[in-house]
């Protein structure tokens, strides 16, 4: 069975920084691009980054990029992303998704971590 | 960046009838769209891939169609189940993109 847990949530400060993680298992989390999905309170979802299955290709939205860093471990099934300079709009759900294949859409969700970004 | 509308924000519908559901793009997406359900509390839950392809035990009643830059999702008969926020989302092109869903509400 796959399953994704993310960790790592907490309240910050605005320009804090913060490193969530998603530990993977049930299946071979070094086949599959990962991605990051986040959605802030009572809003719709926004796609955060995406990384392919070695960590050669790695994506961003605009309003994270230089900001926000993705990574891997294949080694340890772990999917991470560092966040720095955490503003208040960066409060948010966010979410593991892994795609059925390659850069396909996400067949499978973590439950979600909660950033909470406030002074 | 591909602009993904969704119409109508909010759709009030009886038990038991159809509901239909629209997203249009900015631009072509040569099929690569998604739609997802979620509830409140809940991660979203894949629902059709490719505009048309239902996803691994998708109950037949979801399907999606696509003319050009505009794509349906239809719930043919609506269970009380079925009553969830529901998102459009290309994966033709970068950045990823959701539409801003559509709540299926109960009439």
């Known amino acids: 069975e796959v399953q994704l847990l993310e960790s790592g949530g907490g309240l910050v400060q605005p320009g804090g920084s913060l490193r969530l993680s998603c530990a993977a298992s049930g299946f071979t989390f070094s086949s599959y691009a990962m991605s990051w999905v986040r959605q802030a309170p009572g809003k719709g979802l926004e796609w955060v980054s995406s990384i392919s299955a070695g960590g050669v290709n790695i994506y961003y939205a605009d309003s994270v990029k230089g900001r926000f860093t993705i990574s891997r471990d294949n080694s340890k099934n772990t999917l991470y992303v560092q966040m720095h300079s955490l503003r208040v709009d960066d409060t948010a759900v966010y979410y593991c998704?892994?795609?059925?294949?390659?850069?396909?859409?996400?067949?499978?969700w973590g439950p979600g971590t909660l950033v909470a970004v406030s002074s | 960046e591909i602009v993904m509308t969704q119409s109508p924000a909010t759709l009030s519908v009886s038990p038991g009838e159809r509901a239909t559901l629209s997203c249009r793009a900015s631009q072509s997406l040569s099929g690569n769209l998604a739609w997802y359900q979620q509830k409140p509390g809940q991660a979203p839950r894949l629902l059709i891939y490719?505009?048309?392809t239902r996803a691994t035990g998708i109950p037949a009643r979801f399907s999606g169609s696509a003319s050009g830059t505009e794509f349906t999702l239809t719930i043919s008969s609506l269970q009380s189940e079925d009553f969830a926020v529901y998102y459009c989302?290309?994966?033709?092109?970068?950045?990823?993109?959701f539409g801003q869903g559509t709540k299926v509400e109960i009439k």
């Open positions: 490719d505009a048309s």
């Open positions: 998704a892994k795609p059925s294949s390659a850069w396909s859409p996400f067949d499978y």
């Open positions: 989302h290309q994966y033709n092109d970068w950045p990823r993109t």
